[in-house]
Nanobody, 123 residues
């Protein structure tokens, strides 16, 4: 079992920055990949970014590449999502998730999910 708790969401103006955090507990944190997803009203949940257990491999959705940075601190059991140059279309509930079996961008491959944190970007 893995428990995940996100924090760091809020309201920001376009062009601003936010950093999301996700604290994990329950399993050896460095042994599994972590991902960030988001879901806007009326839309399906979509992949944003992922990071391998070691922290050495990352990938991003095209829509956030160059603006968002994922990182993790395995000593603190925490994964981060630094979001810069935010746009109104980034408005969504952001979720962190744990992929304990593999390395995927697909929502259904992730086994454990946080409760989500709201990010709202005003124009």
């Amino acid at each position: 079992q893995v428990q995940l708790v996100e924090s760091g969401g809020g309201l920001v103006q376009a062009g601003g920055s936010l950093r999301l955090s996700c604290l994990a507990s329950g399993r050896t944190f460095s042994s599994y990949a972590m991902g960030w997803f988001r879901q806007a009203p009326g839309k399906e949940r979509e992949f944003v970014s992922r990071i391998a257990g070691s922290g050495r491999i990352t990938s991003y959705a095209d829509s956030v590449k160059g603006r968002f940075t994922i990182s993790r601190d395995n000593a603190k059991n925490t994964v981060y999502l630094q979001m810069n140059s935010l746009k109104p279309e980034d408005t969504a509930v952001y979720y962190c998730a744990a992929d304990v079996k593999g390395w995927s961008t697909v929502t259904r491959a992730y086994d454990y999910w946080g409760q989500g944190t709201q990010v709202t970007v005003s124009s």
